[in-house]
């Protein structure tokens, strides 16, 4: 029902800054929460951050508070994250993914989510 599609990865070396982008379609956008997830090689899927339906709350993990911001446009039916002073250990594939609320909520879990991108690739290097 909802179709989420990841830009704007690379490779970048430590301490530089990417935007990535997630565009919906599908569905209404407004009516949901987005999250970004991460996945590095052998490990589990993190959550990184999110950003509720209005776009008037947000939650972080802790390895990237003050690196990392969220923000939403939801006449572009897209979700940015914004990553400043990037670190090796960031490296990972990217997720989007969306979670079906109205409220303020934003799911941590990533079993809360209804629908996933495919993922984009962010290396930064030493």
């Known amino acids: 029902q909802v179709q989420l599609v990841e830009s704007g990865g690379g490779s970048v070396q430590a301490g530089g800054s990417l935007r990535l982008s997630c565009a919906a379609s599908?569905?209404?956008?407004?009516?949901?929460?987005m999250g970004w997830f991460r996945q590095a090689p052998g490990k589990e899927r993190e959550f990184v951050l999110g950003i509720n339906w209005s776009g008037g709350n947000t939650a972080y993990a802790d390895s990237v508070k003050g690196r990392f911001t969220i923000s939403r446009d939801n006449a572009k039916k897209t979700v940015y994250l914004q990553m400043n002073s990037l670190k090796p250990e960031d490296t990972a594939v990217y997720y989007c993914?969306?979670?079906?609320?109205?409220?303020?909520?934003?799911?941590?879990?990533?079993?809360?989510?209804?629908?996933w991108g495919q993922g984009t690739q962010v290396t930064v290097s030493s």
């Open positions: 993914a969306a979670a079906r609320t109205t409220g303020y909520y934003i799911p941590l879990p990533a079993g809360g989510y209804d629908y």
């Open positions: 599908g569905r209404t956008f407004s009516n949901y929460a």
